[in-house]
């Protein structure tokens, strides 16, 4: 027959058990949460790095811009001009037979999202690349910028974490 000190040691036990689990739970749900949401930003760069690339390799290889774009978005389930994403396709060449600064000679874009930017630069503007900071007369560069909305599929903006992108951006350079 059980004493009542092993009864109430028992019952004292299980309520701490209890009271470590809830607090546990809502932890580690989050952090579970979280992970799946973030596992879907990485897809989401992955895919709009492809997207890109695909797109710059075509561009620069003379294929007409608005072909180029269409084919690429094509041949993809993951990325919807048209209702959620956005891209901005950059010519980049010398500035002139005398300065070899790079300089935006022409830019295309369309999309759905509102006030998007290129990191390359504006048409006739002086351009921003990582690549080269001068170059040859006659070269040329196509930089192909995606920009894609990510909504997250879990709140967690609601507990304070607010660390996943509004926005997801890819460039590639050809």
Not at 141 to 162: K, N, T
């Amino acid at each position: 027959m059980m004493n009542s000190k092993q009864s109430t040691t028992r019952t004292r036990e299980r309520g701490a058990a209890l009271a470590e689990f809830a607090i546990s739970v809502p932890v580690l749900l989050v952090a579970f949460l979280g992970t799946v949401d973030m596992g879907r930003v990485v897809f989401a760069h992955q895919t709009l790095a492809d997207l890109s690339r695909e797109t710059a390799n075509l561009v620069s290889r003379g294929t007409d811009i608005t072909t180029a774009v269409n084919l690429v978005i094509k041949t993809s389930d993951r990325f919807d001009l048209d209702s959620d994403g956005f891209i901005i396709i950059s010519r980049v060449t010398a500035r002139s037979a005398d300065d070899n600064t790079p300089w935006v000679a022409e830019q295309d874009s369309n999309g759905a999202l509102t006030g998007i930017h290129s990191k390359i630069g504006t048409a006739g503007g002086a351009a921003r690349l990582p690549v080269t900071k001068e170059m040859a007369n006659g070269q040329r560069i196509m930089a192909v910028e995606l920009v894609q909305s990510f909504e997250p599929v879990f709140p967690l903006a609601r507990f304070g974490l607010d660390v996943l992108p509004t926005d997801i951006r890819a460039t590639a350079y050809f």
